[in-house]
């Protein structure tokens, strides 16, 4: 698996130094920055190093020139109370409260003309900044003998990967302590070792999904209730490929994320909330039900930690 890193603004800069990029060739996204004296942005330089090593970006992804990250959600106590009513997301219809998972965020691709998948992470390589690729670490991605059964049209799925044990024995012959530790042994380990403990029944790393950003179309643009709406039937679809959990008890599950009603009361909401923090979770994310999927990187008002 391909070292991971922070990238910082220096990063960058002595990579195109070190690659012999001349920083005035790479294409800027906002030129009216530049010219007012502002620097390129992260991701021009991303971009450009990535093309350096001859990168393409997958043909469903490169659908989305602008495409950073998976969405990212906001800290309530990050949130600046005189411009967004904190109070409306225990009341409004438009809110839905969501567990919030201590997995590996993930976008699933499928593209139906190769009958292929990804599982593409939020990191990226440090050696070239391609995408990393979880897929061949995953018993379900990595295997083939259910792609047939899948729907003929492509499809992007945003999702949490969650290990349904704590206690893993990794590549190195230690045990992990969490689930979260367990998920990412799995996943950034040796993709051998990760599927012969999954094929052993020894880790199942199962798929929460809660978003849909293509569906055979694109749909970012389309509000959070039919994206949801859309990953929900994707995800039961995927459900059922699986062969019967009787025969092989092995997969992993397609799980819909568990959500709040959205005519729920406040103190139903707040009754959510306290049933995942008794089930170990990390607590709860708000959606906006009306919001469009922000693909920048940066963190908004559209999912809310709590």
């Known amino acids: 698996m391909p070292a991971t890193g922070t990238f910082t603004s220096e990063w960058f800069k002595n990579k195109i130094n070190e690659l012999g990029i001349q920083e005035s060739s790479i ?63 225990y009341s409004s219809i438009d809110f839905v409260f969501q567990t919030k998972l201590d997995g590996i965020r993930c976008l699933i691709v499928y593209q139906a003309s190769t009958k292929s998948f990804h599982l593409y992470g939020r990191n990226r390589s440090v050696l070239n900044c391609h995408p990393i690729d979880y897929a061949p670490n995953h018993i379900f991605f990595a295997n083939d003998l259910y792609l047939p059964r899948l729907a003929n049209d492509d499809f992007i799925l945003d999702c949490e990967i969650k290990s349904r044990e704590n206690e893993v024995l990794t590549a190195e012959g230690e045990a992990t302590r969490t689930a ?72 992993p599950s397609f799980i819909k994320i568990q959500s709040t009603n959205p005519t729920d009361t406040k103190e139903q909401r707040l009754q959510f909330y306290e049933f995942c923090i008794a089930s170990g979770e990390e607590g709860c994310v708000v959606k906006d039900l009306n919001a469009l999927y922000d693909m920048s990187g940066n963190r908004g008002t559209f999912a809310i930690k709590l």
């Open 27 to 89: 294409p800027e996204s906002h030129p009216e920055w530049v010219s007012s004296g502002r620097n390129r942005t992260n991701a021009d330089f991303r971009r450009a190093i990535a093309e350096y090593y001859g990168s393409k970006e997958h043909p469903l992804l490169g659908k989305f020139p602008d495409y950073e990250s998976p969405q990212l959600c906001k800290n309530i106590t990050d949130i600046n109370s005189k411009s967004f009513d904190i109070e409306q997301i």
């Open 180 to 251: 979260l530790n367990a998920t990412v042994s799995m996943l950034s380990g040796p993709a051998e070792h990760a599927n012969s403990m999954q094929r052993m029944g020894q880790c199942h790393l199962d798929i929460f999904v809660f978003d849909c950003l293509w569906a055979g179309q694109d749909f970012t643009h389309k509000p959070y209730r039919e994206r949801l709406q859309a990953a929900c039937f994707i995800a039961d679809n995927l459900q059922q490929s699986l062969p019967p959990q009787d025969v092989s008890g092995l997969m």
